[in-house]
């Protein structure tokens, strides 16, 4: 069979091409994390999960958030519970072992702080 260079060099470098892929995917997870922690100068970095506990009026419950799925939304989720902005919230859709829906903040000035707040790559 004829190769290009290209392809030749691609021969080389793996053992096999499942070896190829394994690396070109574990390098683009790389670059995927860093570019993701870019846009956080104090991204949140010394855990992969955190649990939250809820205290609600109608009971507390436990939620557990995977960096490792979602980088970005468990930073913002952990920098808005520490700025306060979840404290007083009305949840307003539940339903029970699949969904809450909450996320404007009870007091005004905070919800207005972080209606436009830019994303970790400056987009609002």
């Given at each position: 069979?004829?190769?290009?260079?290209?392809?030749?060099?691609?021969?080389?470098?793996?053992?096999?091409?499942?070896?190829?892929?394994?690396?070109?995917?574990?390098?683009?997870?790389?670059?995927?994390?860093?570019?993701?922690?870019?846009?956080?100068?104090?991204?949140?970095?010394?855990?992969?999960?955190?649990?939250?506990?809820?205290?609600?009026?109608?009971g507390s419950f436990n939620?557990?958030?995977?960096?490792?799925?979602?980088?970005?939304?468990?930073?913002?989720?952990?920098?808005?519970?520490?700025?306060?902005?979840?404290?007083?919230?009305?949840?307003?859709?539940v339903l029970p072992g699949?969904?809450?829906?909450?996320?404007?903040?009870?007091?005004?000035?905070?919800?207005?702080?972080?209606?436009?707040?830019?994303g970790p790559n400056g987009?609002?």
């Open positions: 069979a004829c190769h290009s260079p290209k392809e030749s060099v691609a021969e080389e470098a793996y053992d096999s091409p499942k070896e190829g892929v394994v690396d070109s995917v574990a390098r683009r997870e790389k670059e995927v994390r860093e570019a993701s922690l870019r846009g956080f100068p104090e991204a949140i970095v010394e855990s992969k999960e955190y649990r939250v506990q809820f205290k609600t009026t109608a939620a557990t958030l995977d960096r490792a799925l979602s980088p970005n939304g468990v930073d913002r989720f952990v920098e808005l519970v520490k700025d306060g902005h979840f404290t007083d919230m009305l949840f307003y859709r699949f969904l809450i829906q909450f996320g404007v903040a009870a007091d005004p000035a905070q919800h207005a702080k972080w209606d436009w707040y830019p987009e609002k």
